[in-house]
């Protein structure tokens, strides 16, 4: 009997499975709103100098506003007042001859600056000043961010396959709730810095740990809907976002707004079961049993366990020793699995790279911010679709390597689509946007079918941090095209063909039961193809 055999037997994919799915959504619900919270809270508004300095207490007091910024702040060539210069000095002959500036003496902002607040109740940029020469330290914070990410996705994954599913998951719940917070109430930047980090580190642990809880607990038949519709709430989410921050256009009450749904996941979380078959590898059979029984008890299969014991579960998944503690050194120990490791690491660093390359790289639709942030969540949905199909058709190798393949095809058509037509390049931005959307949503189900069960987690939390590898470097390979302009274009594209060449050198896993242990990888698994195949098997 095999872990499929009891699985069938409580039934994969009844209202036990339905449950546990819904307990994960509601903290995936934070995980667009913080990893795309940079948009909103890092913006610079228009602003000018202050120039408040310059009153001489006489005819600078008796002139209109309007009238004090064209003697106080030189123009733009665009004709907008300079951002970072004002004049040493009131300059009132501007008011009869505003075209004569040349050589006028310029000095830094003196006393501060003044921000337009018309869309932006405050952000980062007005709450310490970071525009002008502190600009680049306002760009860090999403890098910042996502290094406690890449972080996170190392420490909660190999946490979650020492110490449970479940437990490790409350820890993430708190660790991000408590630094979400944390940052919403920083007092100087580096706090806000340091407490953003820790945020992006626990949240790794819910992005990882979800989406494994939930696979683990369904059948082979219904792993492909529960991969791609797990992965809607991003979508969905990303899509709500800028509605929330229309309605809350502070950044301190947008950051504890995007924090908030961990509460209700906390409350949750005493409903949400512990991976069975984590619990069987690690030989904890009677919480497995405990577990199973409730499933059964749920989906109305109560029968089904009275045959089934606790030491009946001990011979499902064949360990060689239920004492031994795995690591991410095993990712490497084995041939297999060290071919495995390599061919992963590839795909997630390529499908991350790509995919914040291609959203950096899609220019806007000429449309304010919050209507742009909506459009490219609601153009990810078509994808969800697209790979559903896709993924049962042609199953997970196909998919992976065709989606990556697409995507650094629109990349490189891009390049030779003319600057004014400005709609057929936002067209092909958006169809690789898709694509590459299509790609990350395979590779999350992919991986989690490849990886054993006693090293699922230290699989997904090794590629996790590969793809933050790729996220971090992304806006580097952006400042290439200071070089030659089609260069980042270029090297996305050659990254995105050559992480789905890595893919289509992975095993096919559509129809094959879940590996449990490091021999079963090492080993060529036996297909499942169908239930009744199940329950005939030994």
Known sequence: MKFENVLAEVN???????????????????????????????????????????????VFRNLSQAERLVVSIPLEADGTPNSCQMFAEPQYHLLLNSSNMTDLPTVPCQNGWVYDNS???????????????KRRVNRATATIFFMGVMLGAAVFGYLSDRFGRKTTLLVSYVTTTFF?????????????????????????????????????WVDIKHRTAVGVLTSMDWSVSTALLPVVAYFVNDWRYLTATATTPLFL?????????????????????????????????????????????????????????????????????????????????IVWFGVACTYYGISLNVSGFGVNIYLTQFIYGAIELPAKAFVFFTLNKIGRRLSQTGTLVMTGLCIFCNMFVPRDNAMFQTSVGALGKMFAEASFTT????????????????????????ARVGVSVSPLIMLLEEVWGHLPST?????????????????ETQNIRLPETIEDVEHTRRRSISTSDEKSQP
């Open 119 to 133: 869309t932006f109740k405050s952000s980062l940029a007005t709450e310490w000043d970071l525009v002008c020469d």
């Open 180 to 216: 979400g917070f944390a940052s919403a109430f920083s007092y100087n930047f580096t706090m806000f810095a340091v407490m953003r980090f820790f945020t992006g580190f626990g949240l790794s642990g819910i992005s990882i740990i979800t989406i494994v809880l939930s696979i683990e």
């Open 443 to 466: 590779v999350f189900l992919y991986t989690t079918e490849l990886y054993p069960t006693v090293m699922r987690q230290n699989g997904l939390g090794y590629c996790s941090f590969m």
């Open 265 to 345: 996941a906390m409350i949750c979380w005493w409903w949400l079961p512990e991976s069975a078959r984590w619990l069987i590898s690690n030989g904890k059979v009677n919480s497995a049993h405990f577990y199973l029984s409730k499933c059964a008890k749920v989906n109305g299969r109560e029968q089904s366990m009275a045959d089934i014991k606790p030491e009946t579960l001990s011979k499902v998944i064949l360990v060689e020793n239920e004492n031994r503690k795995y690591s991410y050194l095993d990712l490497v120990r084995t041939p297999k699995m060290r071919r495995l490791a390599l061919l992963t690491g």
């Open 12 to 58: 994969g994919f009844g209202r036990f499975q339905l449950r546990t799915i819904l307990l994960t959504v509601i903290p995936r619900v934070t995980l667009p709103f913080h990893f795309l919270l940079n948009n909103f809270i890092a913006v610079i508004p228009c602003h000018h100098c202050n120039i408040s300095s310059l009153d001489d207490g006489g």
């Open 491 to 507: 090297i996305f594209s050659l990254v995105a063909v050559a992480a789905g060449l890595s893919a289509s050198l992975l095993p």
